[in-house]
């Protein structure tokens, strides 16, 4: 059922962007006169290489409008340093809030891309200082970069992985405040992979029950899903991608996973009513 599209991501008559947002976001392009539910995260969000993300999905079950606010790679900096997106974010009846991994943020430690928070821009003194062999102009990416630093020395990376938990915990707590709203949480646990396939762990990357635990008394829900990607689950098949763009699409959470989410997101907001 896949068939070839142009670019990396979907056709660009389904990307848009809101006011002086700077973010790219899953189109068409939303009116927001009306009330609406405002769904924001990542790229499963924005639900890469399938037709009806589960912010559509929600739309057909509450009868009203969702917005998807779901921009690809991006993370807590490129929404909380979007004051477009936060204003939108606060004027929402209800906000969905995907949780990020710990690892596409600026921190102490090394600075992200702005908006493209998975690019890695440049170390700081300290980690200079903490991996002195490294030459870090080698890496664009954080998970590169991160796999390379555990790999490198187990012991000194337990430093790297604190210093990130620490700061997506003020970060998130942030968020939350930001919004000032009826929050819900959407915490899409990946399986933890077999030994050695994946040493940073399970997406999202380097996050806790204790992390996640010390924000459910600021928000309204906490929906915890299990999740597989398409290519674990038997769902690439149903999926949109052209031939060069299989192995991102195994990556990816299929269609059927986006009906659960759904499902699950509209009881947890008939529950608040």
Same mark, same amino acid.
């Given at each position: 059922?896949?068939?070839?599209?142009?670019?990396?991501? /979907?056709?660009?008559?389904?990307?848009?962007?809101?006011?002086?947002?700077?973010?790219?976001?899953?189109?068409? $392009?939303?009116?927001?006169?009306?009330?609406?539910?405002?769904?924001?995260?990542?790229?499963?969000?924005?639900?890469?290489? =399938?037709?009806?993300?589960?912010?559509?999905?929600?739309?057909?079950? %509450?009868?009203? !409008?969702?917005?998807?606010?779901?921009?690809?790679?991006?993370?807590?900096?490129?929404?909380?340093?979007?004051? @477009?997106?936060?204003?939108?974010?606060?004027?929402?009846? /209800?906000?969905?809030?995907?949780?990020?991994?710990?690892?596409?943020?600026?921190?102490?430690?090394?600075? =992200?891309?702005?908006?493209?928070?998975?690019?890695?821009?440049? /170390?700081? $003194?300290?980690? $200079? !200082? %903490?991996?002195?062999? =490294?030459?870090?102009?080698?890496?664009?990416?954080? $998970?590169?970069?991160?796999?390379?630093?555990?790999?490198?020395?187990?012991?000194?990376? @337990?430093?790297?992985?604190?210093? %990130?938990?620490?700061?997506?915990?003020?970060?998130?707590?942030?968020?939350?405040?930001?919004?000032?709203?009826?929050?819900?949480?959407?915490?899409?646990?990946? /399986?933890?992979?077999?030994?050695?396939?994946?040493?940073?762990?399970?997406?999202?990357?380097?996050?806790?029950?204790?992390?996640?635990?010390? %924000?459910?008394? !600021?928000? !309204?829900?906490?929906? @915890?899903?299990?999740?597989?990607?398409?290519?674990?689950?038997?769902?690439?098949?149903?999926?949109?991608?052209?031939?060069?763009? @299989?192995?991102?699409?195994?990556?990816?959470?299929?269609?059927?996973?986006?009906?659960?989410?759904?499902?699950? =997101?509209?009881?947890?907001?008939?529950?608040?009513?």
């Amino acid at each position: 059922m896949s068939y070839e599209m142009q670019g990396a991501y /979907a056709p660009d008559h389904l990307t848009c962007r809101y006011g002086d947002s700077k973010l790219h976001f899953r189109g068409p $392009k939303r009116s927001l006169g009306a009330p609406y539910v405002a769904c924001i995260g990542g790229t499963e969000t924005y639900g890469r290489f =399938v037709s009806d993300p589960f912010p559509a999905l929600l739309e057909r079950r %509450l009868g009203g !409008a969702c917005v998807n606010f779901g921009s690809v790679n991006s993370g807590l900096d490129s929404i909380l340093n979007d004051p @477009e997106l936060m204003r939108l974010a606060r004027e929402a009846e /209800a906000c969905i809030v995907q949780l990020p991994g710990a690892q596409n943020l600026s921190n102490r430690l090394y600075r =992200v891309h702005p908006r493209r928070n998975d690019r890695f821009l440049e /170390a700081s $003194k300290l980690l $200079k !200082a %903490l991996y002195d062999e =490294v030459d870090f102009t080698e890496f664009h990416f954080n $998970k590169h970069l991160l796999g390379r630093l555990l790999e490198i020395s187990p012991s000194r990376f @337990e430093i790297v992985r604190e210093e %990130l938990r620490q700061a997506w915990r003020a970060r998130m707590q942030s968020l939350v405040e930001a919004i000032d709203g009826q929050v819900l949480l959407l915490w899409l646990r990946y /399986a933890q992979p077999e030994d050695g396939e994946a040493p940073l762990g399970a997406e999202p990357l380097m996050v806790t029950s204790d992390m996640v635990d010390s %924000l459910r008394g !600021a928000v !309204a829900s906490v929906i @915890e899903l299990p999740v597989k990607m398409a290519g674990e689950s038997d769902e690439l098949g149903d999926m949109i991608f052209g031939t060069m763009q @299989e192995p991102a699409a195994e990556h990816m959470i299929g269609p059927a996973t986006h009906q659960i989410i759904a499902d699950h =997101v509209h009881r947890a907001l008939r529950d608040l009513d």
